[in-house]
């Protein structure tokens, strides 16, 4: 434990009041809101230190909901995505109210199970310039939409691009007893087998790469609100 000259020492860990959960550099943590009617703040733990009346501090990284982004929350978002911010603030420990796992993207979309504490990223954020990084994103389907995790995309043996089934008149409940799936533009060879409901970890052809600010946003004029 290091000790510093303003009586501050650092601290290995934290243990949050009332469970048996331990803290540590690195970890994510869920953060009480100061109106309770909101959804927890997630942050990740840069360091945990007291001070020489052992209040304990954390200094956190913040991870933005995509509604408290600049463009706001699209269509495409998950549920549990997240974008990790250049924004830091030190915080008393005391606000801790339990633990959470950030997964990669990729980590998330092989999840079995997604539990409350399970979110995703894919996103930094800058919070003064509303910036995305990376700027561009892969779009899909025939409605150029970049994959949400939380929608059920089949992909198509001819081209490999990935569809909603509803862009492609079927129901979600049809496509998941489809065996094959060929989308529209292509011809009727039905060789390979199917892929369902997985993302192209390894993708055969590039996905159609678009900028972030304008992905998925519709192209027509005449649109009705989202
Ligand atoms: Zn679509
Ligand atoms: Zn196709």
Partial sequence: MAKTNKGRKDLDSY????????????DCVLMRPSDSD????VARVEKIEADHRNNVKVKVRWYYRPEESMGGRRQFHGAKELFLSDHYDVQSAHTIEGKCVVHSFKNYTKLENVGAEDYFCRFEYKAATGGFTPDRVAVYCKCEMPYNPDDLM?????CKDWFHPTCMG???EQAKKLE???CSD???EDD???????????PISEP??????????PTLDFQGSI
Avoid: D, W
């Avoid at 199917?194 to 970890?201: D, I, L, R, T």
């Fill in 15 to 26: 243990n949050i009041k009332g469970t048996n959960k331990t803290v540590r550099a690195g």
């Fill in 38 to 41: 909101k959804p927890p703040y």
């Fill in 154 to 158: 089949v992909q198509c043996e001819g």
């Fill in 170 to 172: 079927m129901t979600i």
């Fill in 180 to 182: 094959h799936f060929l």
């Fill in 186 to 188: 292509c011809s009727s």
């Fill in 192 to 202: 390979g087998k199917p892929s369902m409901n997985g993302f192209p970890v390894s």
């Fill in 208 to 217: 159609k790469m678009v900028s972030y600010k304008t992905a998925g946003l």
